[in-house]
């Protein structure tokens, strides 16, 4: 059963300079992937600078031949539009309930940040528009 091309917007903490790679993760343990099967995934960087209302409104605006092409059957294209905000996080053992637990401690900067805290990982999030054939999946079209 087809239900035609379905285009979204996702926010995806990525590390800098493995966009491709951190989306293509993410992707794997979402729903429609699940669902549809579209394992493959291409995914272009249309800019890696600070997603603000202009560019977010010239993103929309512009004829971006990557998404509007037909989309091939279980693919998912992902543009990058831009990083909204920057978070570090690091793990950290805390007190809770009268134990020792490991947490993920988290902070989030605006613009990128010169120095990080020792023993953390950078992240951008940044937002995808993805577009992809929102069909059920068929086992029995592949044999």
């Known amino acids: 059963m087809h239900y035609g091309i379905t285009r979204e917007n996702h926010d ?5 300079g493995y966009y491709t790679e ?6 794997q343990s979402q729903t429609p992937c699940e669902r549809d099967g579209c394992s493959s995934v291409s995914v272009e960087t249309w800019s890696d600078k600070k997603l ?12 971006n031949p990557f998404l ?3 989309t091939p059957s ?11 905000g920057w978070v570090v996080t690091r793990k950290v053992r805390k007190v809770v309930d009268h134990h020792i637990q490991e ?3 988290r ?4 613009s990128r940040p010169k120095h990080i ?3 953390g990982t950078l992240f951008a999030e940044c937002r995808y528009v993805c577009s992809y054939d929102a069909r059920e999946y068929d086992p029995l079209e592949h044999c």
């Open 52 to 63: 603000t209302q202009t560019r977010w409104k010239r993103f929309s605006k512009a004829k």
């Open 22 to 27: 951190d989306f293509r993760a993410y992707w």
């Open 103 to 105: 947490v993920l401690e």
């Open 12 to 16: 995806v903490l990525s590390r800098p």
């Open 107 to 110: 902070k989030s900067y605006k």
């Open 74 to 84: 279980y693919t998912c294209h992902a543009v990058m539009a831009g990083v909204l």
């Open 117 to 119: 805290v020792k023993g």
């Open 68 to 70: 509007d092409e037909s």
